[in-house]
């Protein structure tokens, strides 16, 4: 930016000077002592006063120091091209001055506008630097407090999901204790991958799938056979696609506890399955019993936090919604990994 700068003020007069020459020589050296007093304005703004003095709010030192810095430069810079001249005397060129008229006066107003519009030119080029730099780190803090934010909601997520887990077990012990001690077990594995496999913002989908089915398999040992469970995973190989670790458990939670009656025949169908461009599609089906206020677990907890992970890690690249028809509740969630993939990079960027 800074070559960029220096050279179009270095090399634009060229362009409206009448010379058969592309570069004329002795304008350049006679011009030396003028675009040394740009950069010393410049670069005395650019790299002290504007940090010392405009960014602490001082703006009357501010100004006032450009100003005195302008009127010293504009004589070093007049008498600097008259050392110039001196020094190498075929530079010298004659001058036109109307009667009355005072070269050096001249000279110093010329001069000392130059240096003002330097100086301008100086706070605009830092004050544009500086907007990027405010602007990247308030991205970077976004950045860092939606991640705390989703840690947070993680945090939240995992004893809920235990809760509910273990009430399943409690009401298991009473009736079959083989398959509540099998359930420990099972319990033992899912938590081992809640306590140290899903640590990151994303996990493969193929290891999201399998966390899913062992918890199916869990929920499925303590229903009843008036209960038809009936599930449908499958995804493209080898099943990379990153996916937010239990975006989906709280969905199947939700399920299993509207979708289940002790005395009523009733059901439940789970699917997810991976559509061709990144898009991840959960559906669950199930009859469905809403629980009375005396009667509720969790008090709605797992949706709000889906809901708000959601937004926190898939912005505008996700479709969510519920119906209930006919006594069925269905829920479905798509969402689409590759877009988001996509707006993440350029976030960062």
Known sequence: MHILLWGVIYILPYFFMDSEHIFYWKFFVRSLSEMLGFML?????YTLLINKLLYRGK?????????????????????????????????????????????????????????FLMAGLSVALKMTVRWFEVDSERKELAKAKSEAELQNLKN??????????LNNIYALIEFNPPRAQQAVMDLSKMLRHLLYENNQTYVPLRQEAAFMRNYIALMRIRLSDNVKLTTDISYAEPGNTPISPLIFISLIENAFKHGISGE??????????????????????????????????????GLELVKKRLELLYPGNYQWKTTIEKDTYTTTLLIDTKKQQHDTQLLDR
């Open 59 to 115: 703006t009357r030192e501010f100004i006032l120091s450009n100003l005195l810095l302008i009127i010293a430069t504009a004589f070093l810079m007049y008498y600097g091209r008259d050392l110039i001249e001196a020094l190498m005397p075929e530079l010298r060129v004659k001058r036109r001055i109307r009667p009355g008229g005072n070269l050096q006066r001249l000279f110093l107003v010329r001069n000392s506008t130059s240096l």
């Open 264 to 301: 009523k025949p009733s059901f439940i169908d789970i699917s997810l399955r991976e559509h061709p461009g990144g898009k991840v599609e959960f559906i669950s089906r199930n009859s469905y019993f809403p629980k009375t206020g005396s009667d509720k677990s969790g008090s709605g907890i």
């Open 41 to 45: 304005v410049f670069y005395l703004n």
């Open 156 to 165: 939240q997520i995992n004893p809920h999901f235990l809760l509910n887990t």
